[in-house]
């Protein structure tokens, strides 16, 4: 169209002998991506809503709180919007989509109105609404109005009626979700009972497209608020932060990363779509950089978790593909930890108690511990869905799982089901059931596959009243498993992890085989620190494969120097003195020194790059290159600290 006005226009002028000729003016064109055309630009006549009476009842429902959005940062965006509101446009020249209602009224003995004047537009419900209504504006009987197919067609009757051919912007449409679903604007007993509801999930890029513009329309149909609470969550872009595109080749498909997928398969998918030549090109580029390996099984489980674990309540998610299958590899972790417990630890003929009870069970004082810590995990979990802070939530399920039940708890009832009391081995049997049962409920609704299969696999308190399945198993109550909660004893239980890390890292720096056993000594400072690690002796002995230990105190234990020890100190409860007398010092100190000699020529190059660096060089590169220096310098310290230990023993 614009092609021909130009050319016309251009013919008119040389007629007129007013054509002066041509100037090249560059210019931006837009192009179709689809079809190339030319986009050229149409006025039209379009459908305008009014929205400042329905922005201050929107912006008054945050404001006084009848209507909450989560988080509350997004206030500000709320209010940026709404204060600033614009009429609304809701044509759409598209095939498909609601019609507008809108019918231009046409005269039998008349020309055709200007489709801009308001009078000769009427709009309803339904066809007889709008015959009802230009009836009694125009003074014309029903029989004399008649529908038009196409809007030129001269009108038979006295009146013609056609329906504009614009469709309702899909926002328009989208925003009478909320009660449209419930047979409105009839009545009815779903739309009574459902309307309004309680919570919206979406994400944070369209809270006015369709948030603000659902809670209008709700307000101004229905007189109600279409929900009380908003949880706007952040949006996935990739490890980089940019947003996924077809065309970068960064694109993270839910299918691929649950199934798998090869680089090759990858680079397949490109040539189904609609990316032309140098697109594709620069997709394959951009999905070997990402995805150099192809992405690799990580299931449904590990998927929904990681999305959980990465959300944030303020900024995007970079998701990576490494972190997700991180989580892939927790849910073997699971497997394998239900999977030891039911071989080694519990029995093919373990019977769980009705009714678990503590205080009728000679419990250990890891097997308290676990009780505690299990009870804080599930207040824990509790608030963060009350928050809405899923990333908190799935925190504290991987927390119990991994590091309190499988590296703690697990390692300790090693030493109790190889030993000979078995009251304390059932104790520890019906604690490690319970433990496992509460947190499969724990994890269940961010990973329902896994926690699923593992449910089936333990036996049931009752077996004949028992819910049959996980889904429908009550979840984790805070005030059940309150009493449970044990400050002082988890305090205790912390102190002995750092012993045991300070004694692995001491094996470590001293190159212990991990079948090497040797005498640990324990010189506490204080009578309240022997007695809190008495009771442990074992758990300790076990979680540091030593030969024995012997806790003691401070006055009375053997001098670090004597024999040979490793010494080091836990803060100002208790120093660690670890029994040096299999160590071949010469060997190690050979070891050593080498190991510290490529150590200080590191350092050196370090240094040397630093002390050279021009302007340009970035920040960010700075700071990395000084964490580095530094994490050299404390190993350096370390080692040369070991090698002075050693030196004695020669």
Same mark, same amino acid.
């Given at each position: 169209?614009?092609?021909?006005?130009?050319?016309?226009?251009?013919?008119?002028?040389?007629?007129?002998?007013?054509?002066?000729?041509?100037?090249?003016?560059?210019?931006?064109?837009?192009?179709?991506?689809?079809?190339?055309?030319?986009?050229?630009?149409?006025?039209?006549?379009?459908?305008?809503?009014?929205?400042?009476?329905?922005?201050?009842?929107?912006?008054?429902?945050?404001?006084?709180?009848?209507?909450?959005?989560?988080?509350?940062?997004?206030?500000?965006?709320?209010?940026?919007?709404?204060?600033?509101?614009?009429?609304?446009?809701?044509?759409?020249?598209?095939?498909?989509?609601?019609?507008?209602?809108?019918?231009?009224?046409?005269?039998?003995?008349?020309?055709?109105?200007?489709?801009?004047?308001?009078?000769?537009?009427?709009?309803?419900?339904?066809?007889?609404?709008?015959?009802?209504?230009?009836?009694?504006?125009?003074?014309?009987?029903?029989?004399?109005?008649?529908?038009?197919?196409?809007?030129?067609?001269?009108?038979?009757?006295?009146?013609?009626?056609?329906?504009?051919?614009?469709?309702?912007?899909?926002?328009?449409?989208?925003?009478?979700?909320?009660?449209?679903?419930?047979?409105?604007?009839?009545?009815?007993?779903?739309?009574?009972?459902?309307?309004?509801?309680?919570?919206?999930?979406?994400?944070?890029?369209?809270?006015?497209?369709?948030?603000?513009?659902?809670?209008?329309?709700?307000?101004?149909?229905?007189?109600?608020?279409?929900?009380?609470?908003?949880?706007?969550?952040?949006?996935?872009?990739?490890?980089?932060?940019?947003?996924?595109?077809?065309?970068?080749?960064?694109?993270?498909?839910?299918?691929?990363?649950?199934?798998? @997928?090869? %680089? /090759?398969?990858?680079?397949?998918?490109?040539?189904?779509?609609?990316?032309? &030549?140098? !697109?594709?090109? =620069?997709? #394959?580029?951009?999905?070997?950089?990402?995805?150099?390996?192809?992405?690799?099984?990580?299931?449904?489980?590990?998927?929904?978790?990681?999305?959980?674990?990465?959300?944030?309540?303020?900024?995007?998610?970079?998701?990576?593909?490494?972190?997700?299958?991180?989580?892939?590899?927790?849910?073997?972790?699971?497997?394998?930890?239900?999977?030891?417990?039911?071989?080694?630890?519990?029995?093919?003929?373990?019977?769980?108690?009705?009714?678990?009870?503590?205080?009728?069970?000679?419990?250990?004082?890891?097997?308290?511990?676990?009780?505690?810590?299990?009870?804080?995990?599930?207040?824990?979990?509790?608030?963060?869905?009350?928050?809405?802070?899923?990333?908190?939530?799935?925190?504290?399920?991987?927390?119990?799982?991994?590091?309190?039940?499988?590296? @703690?708890? %697990? /390692?300790?009832?090693?030493?109790?089901?190889?030993?000979?009391?078995?009251? &304390?081995? !059932?104790?520890? =049997?019906? #604690?490690?059931?319970?433990?496992?049962?509460?947190?499969?409920?724990?994890?269940?609704?961010?990973?329902?596959?896994?926690?699923?299969?593992?449910?089936?696999?333990?036996?049931?308190?009752?077996?004949?009243?028992?819910?049959?399945?996980?889904?429908?198993?009550?979840?984790?109550?805070?005030?059940?498993?309150?009493?449970?909660?044990?400050?002082?004893?988890?305090?205790?239980?912390?102190?002995?992890?750092?012993?045991?890390?300070?004694?692995?890292?001491?094996?470590?720096?001293?190159?212990?085989?991990?079948?090497?056993?040797?005498?640990?000594?324990?010189?506490?400072?204080?009578?309240?620190?022997?007695?809190?690690?008495?009771?442990?002796?074992?758990?300790?002995?076990?979680?540091?494969?030593?030969?024995?230990?012997?806790?003691?105190?401070?006055?009375?234990?053997?001098?670090?120097?004597?024999?040979?020890?490793?010494?080091?100190?836990?803060?100002?409860?208790?120093?660690?003195?670890?029994?040096?007398?299999?160590?071949?010092?010469?060997?190690?100190?050979?070891?050593?020194?080498?190991?510290?000699?490529?150590?200080?020529?590191?350092?050196?190059?370090?240094?040397?790059?630093?002390?050279?660096?021009?302007?340009?060089?970035?920040?960010?590169?700075?700071?990395?290159?000084?964490?580095?220096?530094?994490?050299?310098?404390?190993?350096?310290?370390?080692?040369?600290?070991?090698?002075?230990?050693?030196?004695?023993?020669?």
């Amino acid at each position: 169209m614009v092609l021909k006005a130009r050319k016309v226009i251009t013919d008119a002028l040389r007629e007129k002998q007013l054509f002066r000729g041509t100037v090249a003016n560059p210019m931006v064109v837009p192009m179709c991506s689809r079809s190339k055309d030319v986009v050229e630009p149409l006025l039209m006549a379009q459908w305008f809503v009014d929205c400042k009476d329905m922005a201050a009842q929107a912006l008054d429902a945050v404001e006084s709180k009848r209507l909450r959005l989560i988080p509350d940062v997004h206030n500000k965006t709320w209010n940026h919007w709404l204060v600033n509101i614009h009429d609304w446009c809701i044509s759409r020249q598209l095939w498909w989509g609601h019609r507008i209602p809108a019918y231009l009224v046409s005269f039998k003995d008349k020309p055709p109105a200007d489709n801009t004047d308001h009078e000769i537009w009427i709009s309803g419900r339904t066809v007889e609404e709008v015959k009802e209504a230009a009836s009694k504006r125009f003074g014309v009987p029903l029989g004399e109005i008649s529908l038009l197919v196409e809007k030129e067609a001269k009108t038979a009757t006295a009146i013609g009626l056609f329906q504009d051919e614009d469709v309702l912007d899909t926002w328009f449409s989208s925003a009478l979700f909320p009660f449209s679903v419930f047979a409105w604007p009839d009545e009815s007993s779903d739309l009574e009972k459902y309307y309004p509801t309680s919570l919206l999930e979406t994400g944070a890029d369209i809270i006015f497209f369709w948030v603000a513009r659902m809670v209008m329309m709700g307000l101004k149909l229905t007189g109600k608020l279409p929900f009380a609470e908003v949880y706007l969550h952040s949006i996935v872009r990739d490890r980089d932060g940019r947003k996924m595109s077809k065309s970068l080749g960064n694109v993270i498909d839910p299918v691929d990363v649950i199934e798998g @997928i090869s %680089l /090759e398969a990858l680079h397949q998918q490109l040539l189904t779509g609609n990316l032309d &030549a140098t !697109e594709v090109e =620069k997709a #394959t580029k951009g999905q070997k950089e990402f995805f150099p390996d192809g992405i690799p099984e990580c299931g449904t489980d590990a998927l929904r978790f990681g999305l959980c674990a990465c959300l944030k309540q303020v900024g995007d998610i970079n998701l990576d593909i490494n972190v997700l299958q991180g989580y892939r590899f927790f849910c073997n972790k699971l497997w394998n930890a239900l999977r030891f417990a039911m071989l080694h630890s519990l029995g093919s003929d373990f019977k769980p108690l009705a009714r678990f009870s503590a205080a009728e069970l000679s419990l250990s004082p890891v097997d308290q511990w676990i009780l505690s810590r299990a009870a804080s995990a599930v207040k824990d979990s509790d608030d963060s869905f009350r928050e809405y802070d899923l990333a908190r939530m799935t925190r504290a399920c991987y927390s119990f799982w991994l590091y309190d039940l499988c590296d @703690i708890y %697990l /390692e300790c009832c090693k030493a109790v089901f190889t030993g000979d009391d078995e009251n &304390a081995k !059932e104790a520890a =049997k019906q #604690t490690l059931y319970t433990a496992l049962d509460i947190g499969l409920r724990l994890i269940s609704p961010v990973m329902p596959f896994i926690s699923e299969e593992l449910f089936q696999r333990l036996p049931r308190r009752n077996p004949s009243s028992d819910p049959p399945s996980i889904c429908v198993t009550q979840y984790p109550l805070p005030a059940t498993y309150q009493p449970w909660i044990n400050q002082d004893l988890e305090g205790r239980i912390e102190l002995m992890m750092k012993i045991v890390n300070g004694v692995r890292s001491l094996r470590a720096d001293y190159n212990f085989k991990k079948s090497e056993k040797v005498p640990l000594t324990l010189s506490c400072r204080g009578e309240d620190v022997l007695a809190s690690l008495k009771p442990l002796e074992v758990y300790i002995r076990t979680l540091t494969n030593s030969s024995e230990v012997g806790v003691v105190l401070e006055s009375a234990a053997v001098s670090s120097s004597a024999g040979g020890s490793a010494v080091l100190p836990i803060g100002d409860k208790c120093t660690i003195i670890l029994s040096l007398k299999n160590i071949d010092a010469t060997k190690e100190l050979e070891r050593l020194t080498d190991k510290l000699e490529k150590l200080t020529l590191v350092v050196e190059k370090l240094r040397k790059g630093m002390a050279s660096y021009s302007e340009k060089v970035p920040e960010e590169v700075r700071l990395r290159d000084a964490e580095k220096l530094q994490q050299q310098l404390v190993e350096k310290s370390k080692i040369e600290e070991v090698m002075a230990t050693l030196s004695k023993l020669l």
